[in-house]
């Protein structure tokens, strides 16, 4: 039987003198950069429904950056702020259970996929910026070793959450936001992408939304 749990598992055996052979199940950690094809889909359980239209609340937290954010200020033009659970380490386990968890794996993919489209995003006006839950020293590591070079911001005490009724989960004793984009123009919330799947192509579902709303508001763009 398959063991549920969020890394690939196999058996190791010690043989001892009496010929006993002592087995003990040994986790091996997924590779953080890959998609296993039998992840669940999120379902949309109404959570984002209300976002549209309401105001980005006076929020300071701490970035990657080593910069406070006023995610209000920095929505004053145009914001992208996807929201992310947490993403993994090389080496590490997830979370028992991580894969089966509906949306919870793929915010390592989902990064560097905002990260490779962050002068497209820019070109279309947006400001990027990346946030979750996960601890700040965490958060760092990941954004040097994957050249993350706008702010991911840090909201441990999930601030947001409370403000803005976010939707989130537990696993493993945390609190995690789940995955969510909103698109903030003039200090308000104008799209909220939620579910989001497969976070690995969610940058480009950005993109053509706001390709489409360039056009809308400047037609002439288009000739």
């Given amino acids: 039987m398959r063991a549920a749990w969020a890394v690939p598992a196999t ?6 003198a009496d010929g006993q052979v002592e087995c003990s ?30 105001r980005i609340p006076d929020v300071r937290l701490t970035s990657t950056l080593g910069l406070e954010v006023d995610l209000h ?12 659970p947490r993403t993994g380490t090389p080496g590490k386990p997830s979370p028992p ?6 949306g919870a794996r793929g915010c ?3 990064n560097c996929a ?38 991911l911001v840090n909201d441990s005490g999930l601030v947001l959450a409370r403000e803005l009724c976010l939707p989130t989960f537990e696993a493993a004793g945390m609190t995690l936001y789940k995955r969510l984009t909103l698109i903030a123009e003039a200090g308000t919330i104008t799209k909220a992408f939620y579910p989001v ?3 690995d192509r969610h940058p480009e579902e950005v993109i053509a939304w ?14």
């Fill in 73 to 84: 200020q920095v929505s004053s033009g145009r914001l992208m702020l996807y929201l992310y």
């Fill in 11 to 16: 058996f190791a055996g010690v043989s001892h």
């Fill in 25 to 54: 199940l040994v986790m091996e950690p997924r590779d953080p950069t890959r998609l296993p094809r039998d992840l669940p889909v999120p379902e949309d359980d109404g959570a984002a429904d209300g976002l549209e239209g309401l």
């Fill in 114 to 151: 905002f990260r490779d489209h962050e002068g497209e995003l820019r070109s279309l006006g947006a400001a990027v910026f990346g946030l979750s839950s996960q601890p700040l020293d965490e958060q760092r590591e990941f954004a040097e070793r994957e050249r993350i070079s706008y702010p």
């Fill in 197 to 199: 799947f497969p976070p």
């Fill in 210 to 223: 706001l390709r489409a709303r360039l056009l809308k508001d400047h037609p002439e763009a288009e000739r």
């Fill in 97 to 102: 259970g991580w894969d089966q968890i509906p």
């Fill in 108 to 110: 390592t993919l989902e």
